[in-house]
């Protein structure tokens, strides 16, 4: 079993920033790809960027040149920096971790986190 555990959210004005991390733990040999996902009131889950183990990373168009996502895949932990935060970014935000192999025989799986709340006030 793997844990995913989410920090780093909060209440923020319009303009400012933060920082969330995410820290898997547990039996794992790899993770194919970890990401962020938000998702708003009355909104479905939306990809906010995502980033492979060997650094590609990929981002939706609402924060791009924003947000940065990077990985240290030595801690199984991946990052999400958001700038120039705006009230439309307000949402809870989860953490994925894809194809996460627990050995070389062992089918992939996908986990996520409990998700952190990131509010924006304008």
């Known amino acids: 079993q793997v844990q995913l555990v989410e920090s780093g959210g909060g209440l923020v004005q319009a303009g400012g920033s933060l920082r969330l991390s995410c820290a898997a733990s547990g039996r794992i040999f790899s993770i194919n790809a970890m990401g962020w996902y938000r998702q708003a009131p009355g909104k479905q889950r939306e990809l906010v960027a995502a980033?492979?183990?060997?650094?590609?990373?990929n981002y939706a168009d609402s924060v791009k040149d924003r947000f940065t996502i990077s990985r240290d895949n030595a801690k199984n932990t991946v990052y999400l920096q958001m700038n120039s935060l705006k009230p439309e970014d307000t949402a809870v935000y989860y953490c994925?971790?894809?194809?996460?192999?627990?050995?070389?025989?062992?089918?992939?799986?996908?986990?996520w986190g409990q998700g952190t709340q990131v509010t924006v006030s304008s």
């Open positions: 980033i492979t183990d060997r650094g590609i990373t």
């Open positions: 994925n971790a894809e194809r996460v192999l627990a050995s070389l025989s062992s089918i992939p799986r996908d986990y």
